[in-house]
């Protein structure tokens, strides 16, 4: 444990975090229910004494399920801690001993990110910078490569931590394992809270048995007629009188639901049927003499063989507070302290009750899934204590507009989930989908300023035989993440075509990895022209991959799945050396234009590997254009913006893409660093026979000459619209009437046809 911590290592996590990978953390989760399954049977059928052995177990099932060297927890003890539970893999070294007694203030650099519940991770602990060297040498002594720390916390108090550490090599913790080592920490947090108030009910009932001599248990003495025939004086501590007691039926001040299981428990003895004297009875409620209920715990015990008493004797003591505790903490282990909705146990717990009834009966079962829109930005902008305000809001308002019998969960972050027991008819769920959305549409109020919130949501419906709760969940956050990529705020149901292209995604992310090593991802050139006089000016590069599962994947397919897989400056290298290399073997004056999506122009390494690739092929970097869609800029402007600037300051040309469906202003327009601006194929359709389409792309032309860009048309496909731009004035062209996509030798090889093309006047 490090003498002085910082937070500011700390990574985000959770939904929306940079870096994570939806599909992959979703694998990892639905892997490792079994195991988390079999870890919380052990907490909740806990044994006498046997809580140190179930944390241990639980610390170790975790541990190397994910395939970590350390597990731990610390419990504080203030103004000290204590390594009270550790786990290490074969070969690695415990630091339990040396770590008892330790100082509160060894952590003090994270406390008050554990306070606020959110965790630490450090993947990199040798390369944390100097000015964190006592932090840092202090892991390292431990052989601490990658460490995650969750804290455990109880009622806002922070109680303790439980965290993973690696030492064989360097881990990336994703969600899903950032969600098991946090529901492990909630449930060991609740144990140890138990184990605590029970030891302290303990010593109290103690106590109250050494004082039996004063009464101060509720004692009475019950004939065979169950009237009792004597009430001690500490019944007056419930605001009964003892001689008004006597002579009635122990059992009238007993609350109704629990007499019938006291009556069949001390029936035999009663008639003599039983052999043992003394019976435990169950917790149970006495009515007061205030009017209200006091649980009672207790035995009764057959002393009708002893002369003075001559009855059977009940004696019993007010548990009322340890219900109190024991209830409370049920009901955290169970729920999530910031909104007070269900948690994810209660989730897995409902779901799959909820299931098995429904196949029992054949009923439909819905479940929604929701993720707000743009949450991170409310967080990063105003802090996470106005987040959790907002969500609690949220919260508040989704659990209003749900069915009686419909559970709402927050599943973790800004996410959410509506479970629906029994749907009878189908517009039942369309009708709740509108009633959450409206829910969320008026802004939400937090000091003096309104946040305007959505969320993307993902339904399924299941019913029949055999419903698989993880699969529902599963394909819930599924129709999530498409609702999301669909453009927000709006509802997905999961079908059987998402499905199918859900398994296309899974199966091209397994293959592209071997694709690219095994040089199966081509690139294809198409002749950009001189509308004028036909004459051939360059391609532009296109990246195909025809797969023998997939079949064609599209480059926009590709780019996306590079994206998610990390592998797009991969690809964009395969790209750089294919386009320069080809480039390098035309005629001179001959461009290459590589289309590239906004991670691919932002990405630090894509100067750096387009400066290789030219210095290899000998190319000059005035012989190659990048080009960015205008919907891809809009999305991250700045950065866009700054990319392009540094590549014109390298020599590079650059190109707006599909100009004309984004929305990029005239202001924007005129700062952007672009040479050439690309008319959308949707204007040049029309060009040649619709005045409107004529009108937009001469505005488009025009525009571009203000601001000393040039303009390329996309998807010429017949000389009427090549004459149509060329009498607008557009200088260049690109598209099936000048040759479609081929490869570098085939696009050598006709240059003297398309050379010979006539020219317009």
């Known amino acids: 444990m490090p003498s002085s911590m910082s937070a500011r290592d700390r990574r985000p996590v959770g939904p929306g975090a940079e870096g994570a990978d939806p599909a992959e953390e979703l694998a990892s989760l639905l892997e490792s229910q079994d195991v988390v399954r079999e870890v919380m049977k052990g907490f909740l059928h806990l044994g006498t004494g046997e809580t140190g052995r179930v944390i241990d177990d639980a610390l170790a099932r975790l541990g190397a399920h994910l395939d970590v060297d350390r597990s731990y927890v610390f419990v504080f003890d203030p103004p000290e801690m204590d390594n009270t539970h550790e786990w290490c893999r074969a070969g690695v070294s415990p630091e339990s001993p040396s770590l008892q007694r330790v100082p509160i203030d060894a952590v003090a650099g994270w406390l008050d990110e554990l306070i606020d519940g959110d965790v630490v991770v450090i993947e990199d602990v040798p390369g944390l910078p100097d000015e964190r060297g006592i932090e840092r040498d202090h892991l390292v002594s431990q052989g601490i490569l990658s460490l995650l720390v969750v804290p455990m916390l109880s009622l806002g108090e922070l109680v303790g931590l439980v965290g993973f550490d690696s030492v064989r090599r360097h881990r990336r913790f994703v969600r899903a394992e950032i969600g098991l080592l946090r529901s492990l920490a909630d449930v060991i947090t609740s144990v140890l809270v138990r184990q605590r108030s029970d030891e302290k009910a303990a010593v109290a009932e103690q106590r109250l048995a ?401 400066s290789t690739a030219l210095g290899r092929h000998g190319l000059d970097a005035s012989r190659l254009c990048v080009e960015v869609t205008e919907s891809s800029l809009m999305d991250d402007q700045t950065n866009a913006v700054w990319a392009l600037g540094l590549l014109r300051e390298a020599g590079i040309r650059t190109a707006l893409d599909d100009f004309g469906t984004g929305y990029t202003s005239l202001a924007v327009l005129r700062e952007l660093p672009v040479d050439v601006l690309k008319v959308d194929r949707a204007f040049v359709r029309g060009v040649h026979r619709d005045e409107r389409d004529r009108r937009l792309v001469a505005a488009v032309i025009g525009l571009a000459g203000d601001f000393d860009m040039v303009t390329l048309a996309e998807g010429v496909e017949n000389v009427e619209q090549r004459s149509a731009l060329v009498a607008a004035g557009c200088s260049y062209g690109q598209g099936y009437l000048f040759g479609r996509p081929m490869s570098s030798d085939a696009f050598r090889a006709t240059l003297g046809d398309v050379l010979e093309r006539p020219s317009v006047t």
Request: net charge negative; charged share 25%.
């Open 210 to 610: 050494a004082l039996t001599t004063y009464s101060t248990d509720f004692i009475m003495i019950v004939g065979d007629d169950q009237l009792i025939r004597f009430a001690s004086p500490s019944c007056e501590h419930l605001g009964l009188v003892p001689d008004e007691l006597i002579a009635t039926s122990w059992f009238d001040h007993v609350h109704p639901d629990d007499v019938r299981e006291i009556f069949r428990l001390t029936r035999p003895m009663a008639d003599q049927q039983l052999a043992e004297r003394v019976i435990r009875l169950p917790d149970f409620r006495v009515r007061t003499g205030r009017g209200g209920w006091c649980w009672m715990a207790g035995s009764i015990s057959d002393v009708r063989h002893d002369g003075v008493v001559d009855g059977l004797v009940v004696n019993a003591h007010d548990v009322t507070d340890r219900r109190g505790v024991q209830e409370q903490l049920a009901y955290e282990a169970l729920h999530d302290p910031l909104t007070g909705l269900g948690n994810r146990t209660l989730l897995t717990e409902r779901l799959h009750d909820v299931c098995r009834r429904s196949s029992a009966g054949s009923s439909t079962v819905a479940l929604v899934f929701l993720d707000l829109d743009r949450f991170k930005l409310v967080n990063d902008g105003h802090g996470h204590a106005v987040g959790d305000e907002v969500l609690v809001e949220v919260a508040c308002r989704l659990a209003t507009v749900v069915r009686s019998g419909d559970t709402v969960i927050r599943f973790g972050g800004d996410e959410f989930v509506v479970l629906l027991d029994a749907v009878d008819e189908p517009d039942e769920v369309d009708q709740l989908v509108r009633r959450l959305e409206q829910a969320l549409d008026p802004p939400v109020r937090v000091g003096d300023v309104e946040y305007r919130v959505s969320a993307s949501m993902g339904v399924v419906l299941g019913s029949g035989d055999v419903l698989d709760p993880i699969a529902m969940l599963r394909d819930a956050d599924t129709a999530m993440y498409r609702a999301k990529e669909s453009g927000r705020g709006r509802a997905v149901v999961f079908d059987e075509p998402l499905r199918t292209k859900v398994l296309r995604k899974l199966t091209l992310l397994h293959r592209l990895p071997e694709a690219l090593d095994g040089g199966a991802i081509e690139v294809g050139f198409q002749p950009v022209v001189e509308l004028r006089t036909g004459r051939v000016i360059g391609a532009e590069a296109l990246v195909r991959w025809n797969d023998e599962v997939l079949g064609v994947v599209s480059p926009g397919e590709l780019v996306t799945a590079a994206e998610e897989a990390g592998l797009i400056a991969r690809l964009t290298q395969e790209l750089c050396g294919a386009s320069t290399r080809a480039a390098a073997s035309w005629p001179d004056g001959l461009g290459v234009a590589l289309n590239l999506s906004l991670a691919q122009l932002t990405h630090p390494d894509l100067i750096p590997t387009i």
